[in-house]
């Protein structure tokens, strides 16, 4: 069994790049595959630290596009004016935003909870993510926008999945090549969002 590398070959490819995380990677395989961001589209990142996927959705939003990137913990600055950073808690984004109409072109998720090392409350907090992201995909996602979200095999996450299926046009799943090999984590695509 191979020993987990948190400096494998992405993480330098990272740093050699100016991304924040490897976890960049895994947003640009799912862009590739299935386009779900397009130039001039507004991109909510939830819980965005350290910055890795906003800093990629930046990349393919063009000119008139858009990121807001909210997490708990404070990013680091990014110099763009077409990013806005947020510290404070997702489901009180209409406050902080200061609106109730869906705002967003896609909503984009690579949330983990702290692990606790016991089985079922790590999956259990997992699912938790996965549902805090769909939430405010509800709230702020326009018709027909696009949904990505982390999940992780086991616990309810088919509860999750099939819960969600209704929601969107057409609903994937993907497992990345950027993965790392001792992770069970998967992806959850949704296309076309029916408000």
């Known amino acids: 069994m191979s020993e987990y590398n948190r400096k494998d070959h992405l993480?330098?490819?990272?740093?050699?790049?100016?991304?924040?995380?490897?976890?960049?990677?895994?947003?640009?395989?799912?862009?590739?595959?299935?386009?779900?961001?397009?130039?001039?589209?507004?991109?909510?990142?939830?819980?965005?630290?350290?910055?890795?996927?906003?800093?990629?959705?930046?990349?393919?939003?063009?000119?008139?596009?858009?990121?807001?990137?909210i997490d708990l913990q404070a990013l680091d600055p990014i110099d763009d004016p077409r990013c806005k950073l947020i510290a404070g808690d997702a489901r009180d984004l209409e406050q902080i935003l200061g609106t109730n109409e869906p705002s967003f072109d896609v909503v984009v998720s690579d949330m983990s909870a702290k692990l606790t090392g016991i089985k079922e409350a790590d999956q259990a907090a997992a699912v938790g993510c996965a549902e805090l992201a769909l939430y405010v995909a509800q709230q702020?996602?326009?018709?027909?926008?696009?949904?990505?979200?982390?999940?992780?095999?086991?616990?309810?996450?088919?509860?999750?999945?099939?819960?969600?299926?209704?929601?969107?046009n057409k609903l994937l799943r993907s497992e990345l090549k950027s993965t790392r090999n001792t992770s069970n984590e998967f992806y959850v695509i949704g296309l076309g969002f029916k408000r």
Do not use: C, H
């Not at 939830?46 to 959705?57: E, I, M």
């Not at 996602?141 to 969600?164: H, P, Y």
């Open 11 to 69: 993480y330098q490819k990272a740093k050699e790049e100016g991304y924040r995380s490897r976890a960049a990677y895994k947003l640009i395989e799912v862009q590739d595959a299935y386009k779900i961001i397009k130039s001039g589209n507004s991109v909510l990142d939830v819980g965005a630290w350290p910055g890795g996927w906003t800093q990629v959705a930046l990349n393919y939003v063009g000119d008139s596009g858009s990121v807001t990137a």
């Open 140 to 168: 702020n996602l326009k018709q027909g926008g696009n949904f990505l979200v982390k999940v992780f095999k086991g616990g309810d996450v088919e509860g999750f999945v099939k819960s969600t299926r209704p929601m969107f």
